[in-house]
């Protein structure tokens, strides 16, 4: 029976968060709509466990909460923060910067939720990961100090990711 399981929901933290998000798309719950996501919460899964044949393990459930409110919080922030320095920061005073960020994560989901994260945040996109896979090139729209935009990265972000994906 487990095997049977394995098969059918080959990564089942995906195939939830598949169905929670088609449910939050369309914006209603009809039993169409619920047939519809149980099929690509099962069938998306299978197609591409070809492709990523090992299930990521989640050690703390508490801190993938945690790093979602602090993440939902910053961009909120990061909205505003943004907004002030298009509308009234003068071109010649904005400090863009290239920032690289060496990693202490190194399983390979925990660096793309971290890549992610940084690009969902207003004035910050991900641009590039170095060939070794440990750094990545941040660009961000106004860093007087860069050494503080990625001490925040790596304290506010990575750190928490080392704690959910160990």
């Not at 703390?60 to 790093?67: R, T, V």
């Not at 909120?76 to 690289?100: E, S, Y």
């Not at 971290?114 to 961000?140: F, K, N, Q, W, Y």
């Not at 925040?152 to 080392?162: D, N, V, W």
Request: hydrophobic fraction near 60%; aromatic fraction near 8%; avoid cysteine.
């Amino acid at each position: 029976m487990r095997a049977v399981l394995r098969k059918l929901f080959p990564h089942p933290w995906l195939s939830a968060a598949l169905l929670v998000t088609w449910f939050l798309l369309v914006n209603h719950v009809m039993l169409g709509s619920l047939v519809l996501a149980s099929i690509l919460a099962v069938l998306i899964p299978i197609v591409i466990a070809a492709f990523w044949p090992s299930s990521v393990p989640i050690r703390n459930f508490p801190a993938i909460l945690e790093f979602g409110a602090v993440v939902l919080w910053d961009i909120i922030v990061a909205n505003f923060v943004v907004a002030r320095l298009v509308l009234f920061m003068p071109n010649d005073r904005m400090q863009p910067a290239w920032i690289t960020v060496p990693l202490d994560l190194t399983v390979p989901e925990g660096i793309v939720v971290l890549s992610a994260t940084i690009t969902l945040t207003p004035g910050t996109v991900t641009a590039e990961m170095s060939a070794d896979g440990r750094a990545l090139l941040v660009h961000a729209l106004h860093a007087p100090d860069p050494d503080a935009v990625r001490d925040e990265i790596k304290t506010r972000y990575e750190a928490r990711l080392k704690r959910i994906f160990g």
